[in-house]
């Protein structure tokens, strides 16, 4: 259920309005978390509610000369399909509940609430940025969950985000993610630095391509600070800007503020990493409707984020439950 709640407003400055004594000016926003782990993913705008794809991979074909011609080669095909989440926002306020207050001046006259300053405000400055946020929370510790009619779902309960999706590929034992153990990550920042050396050490070196190594913001401090102390000290320095690096690799740390407590660390090369979406225009364009003194806000899309393979996932082996 949405509503509007002005108690402590009319509490403090009494259930009247005063003309001109506030305005947008006196509204502080809150400050929403950005997409920012959504930000890796490629976007793929798509009209399908599922992602399909396959891997493809050639097995041996060398061989030593003969004369007899001896065929030796097999392509084989994996398919990959992921489910596209189906997203919602509905919303319904009475903005004339905002009139006999100080907030009075976000309300407005006539029978057109859909035209209400609240209206624009809300969207503009809340509505929008809390999707975002919502997704941010989920596209990492999201687990999918049952929708009962009539009632709303958490944000939360949205999709099955990345810990989810990771997991599930480390309990199947075919999936071909690769698993590496780093035991419990340490709480001593330089300690913690050759956990992460020592991690990336083990990916095979022929896939040498740059990519990012995702990890909670907590870590990725501990990372930084580990570093510096590591290599600024007794050394030449390090400048600030390869903080961020692997030692000997063209890895880079990330913070990623979506994985809040977990100590999994995770990475896969950015074309792995996919965020298809039905209908990204609705996630700006918010349907209004006005319903005698009601005013609705609502629309629909599918959105999701996943790996094109589990094969290109390194990750370790904490936070599997």
Not at 220 to 241: C, H, M, T
Not at 272 to 284: G, T, V, Y
Request: aromatic share 12%.
């Amino acid at each position: 259920m949405s509503q509007i709640t002005i108690t402590q407003v009319v509490a403090m400055f009494g259930a009247y309005y005063v003309q001109n004594t506030a305005n947008m000016k006196n509204l502080i926003q809150q400050i929403y978390q950005a997409e920012k782990t959504a930000s890796f993913f490629r976007i793929m705008p798509t009209m399908s509610t599922v992602y399909r794809r396959a891997t493809s991979e050639l097995g041996e074909v060398l061989q030593k000369y003969q004369a007899d011609f001896t065929p030796k080669g097999t392509i084989e095909f994996k398919p990959e399909q992921y489910e596209l989440p189906w997203l919602k926002v509905d919303l319904e306020f009475v903005p004339d509940e905002l009139v006999q207050s100080w907030l009075g001046f976000l309300a407005g006259s006539g029978y057109e609430k859909e035209k209400y300053p609240f209206i624009k405000w809300f969207m503009e400055d809340h509505l929008i940025p809390k999707m975002k946020e919502d997704f941010e929370t989920a596209i990492y510790m999201g687990v999918d969950g049952a929708v009962t009619p009539g009632t709303a779902t958490s944000a939360i309960a949205i999709m099955d985000g990345i810990r989810k999706q990771i997991n599930d590929y480390v309990a199947d034992a075919n999936s071909g993610i690769n698993v590496i153990v780093t035991g419990a990550l340490d709480n001593d920042d330089k300690i913690f630095v050759r956990q992460v050396e020592d991690f990336c050490d083990q990916v095979a070196e022929k896939f040498g391509m740059p990519m990012e190594l995702f990890m909670r913001p907590s870590r990725f401090k501990s990372y930084r600070r580990g570093r510096r102390s590591l290599y600024n000290e007794n050394y030449a320095q390090v400048p600030d800007s390869q903080l961020l690096d692997v030692e000997d690799t063209n890895i880079k740390v990330v913070n990623s503020p979506s994985m809040a407590t977990s100590d999994k660390i995770y990475m896969t090369p950015a074309k792995n990493r996919a965020r298809p979406i039905r209908l990204p225009k609705n996630k700006q364009l918010i349907d209004i409707d006005r319903e005698i003194r009601k005013v609705r806000m609502f629309s629909d899309w599918h959105e999701g984020a996943c790996f094109d393979t589990p094969k290109f996932i390194w990750t370790n082996d904490q936070d599997t439950l």
